[in-house]
């Protein structure tokens, strides 16, 4: 497991990042970025091999987002 703070990769994403959201189960992370309206869907599974997996289009201009732990549905 990498340290606290430091970098294990660099990926490009969208414009306008809002939040960060971290889904443990799916060991996912998803960052809904408005300006493009693109929800980057990336996965963090294996250290070694971050990479995204998704970019869905979404409503430009959005900012925020959010996971429902019942059906794991974002």
Do not use: F, N
């Not at 430091?6 to 970025?33: F, S």
């Not at 970019?55 to 959010?66: K, L, M, N, V, Y």
């Amino acid at each position: 497991m990498p340290r606290p703070g430091r970098e294990v990769a660099t990926i490009k994403i969208a414009k306008g990042p809002d939040t960060l959201i971290y889904d443990a189960t799916g060991q996912l992370v998803l960052i809904p970025c408005g300006i493009d309206g693109i929800l980057e869907i990336i996965s963090v599974a294996d250290r070694d091999k971050i990479a995204p997996v998704h970019d869905p289009a979404t409503q430009q201009g959005s900012r925020t987002g959010t996971i429902d732990r019942a059906t794991a549905s974002i």
